[in-house]
């Protein structure tokens, strides 16, 4: 028995002799974990460490905790993380093709984005970077955007000369420019302070971000103009990705779809009570405004479609516009 217990040391001490420890995965966003991404990221390392049991362990990272916005894709590439989030307005570098997503008032709701999302066109995004170490394995949205400021944005003329914070995004940029503000990229971490501090005037975002942030503590007005979206890609390095067991990929994918259906799910249901938060607190004034103020804005905002016709493609534009009813 004690030849034996000698014989069995040294590969114990190897760690031959004990299970393996689990592969840990780490997946890094920018919002808070009662945003539809947070939950889907939580509802992903629930029914991803349910699949695998004792194969993976996911560590999930909200709030910008593990890399802000500006670094995450940097972090990516070099295996600091496995798997983000990022907005679809981040991924210029990478391809033009997504610039899609930012154009103003192309979508009338989340169901006109999810159903494009869900096309032929819209799938074919998720590959479209894997040359550029890039694998996307889903859509996951937020909601539509509001513009908010410290004055009434009645009208296209009101957002002249003020300072908006926008996301790194050469669209979003034309947008605020077409209307003679001044478009700054920060990032979303940044946002608050901003606010607070007067180094930008206003921002565009969804009643859960805005509520969640509590950037309409920071905000006189919310203009409810549900002009444009942010929706999320999520993405894993193409050569970790691909690299994975066979099993260990299987059951990562499947737990995403679910998480992804989850959030989307939020997302849909949700919007309107992060919107009824915002208005109970009573620190900003929500502005709904009228088909004439929104075609005002649609009017003011339309040559940067023709602007970024060209490098976005207008097949897929089209492709875009089909999938309003």
Known sequence: MKLKHLLLAPLLALGLGAQAAPMVIKFSHVVADSTPKGQAALKFKELAEKKLPGKVQVQVFPNSQLFGDGKEMEALALGDVQLIAPSLSKFGKYTKQLGVFDLPFLFDDIQAVDRFQQSKEGLAMLSSMEKKGITGLGYLHNGMKQLSANKSLSNPGDAKGLKFRIQQSDVLEAQFRAVGSNPQ??????????????????????????????????????????????????????????????????????????????????????????????????KAKVLPM??????????????????????????????????NK
């Open 290 to 323: 009228t088909k004439e103020q929104l075609a005002a804005w649609r009017k003011a905002m339309a040559p940067v479609w023709k602007q970024f016709e060209g490098e976005i493609g207008a097949d897929l534009i089209a492709a875009a516009q089909k999938a």
């Open 185 to 282: 990229k920060l990032a979303f971490s940044e946002v608050y302070q901003a606010l607070q501090t007067g180094v930008v005037d206003g921002q565009e975002n969804t009643w859960s971000n805005i509520y969640s942030k509590k950037f309409h503590e920071v905000q006189k007005f919310i203009m409810e103009s549900n002009h444009g979206l942010v929706d999320y890609m999520v993405i894993a390095n193409t050569k970790w990705w691909s690299g994975l067991p066979a099993d260990i990929r299987k059951g990562l994918g499947e737990a995403m779809t679910e998480a992804i259906k989850f959030g989307n799910e939020a997302a849909f249901n949700e919007s309107a009570s992060f919107r009824s938060k915002v208005i109970a607190d009573n």
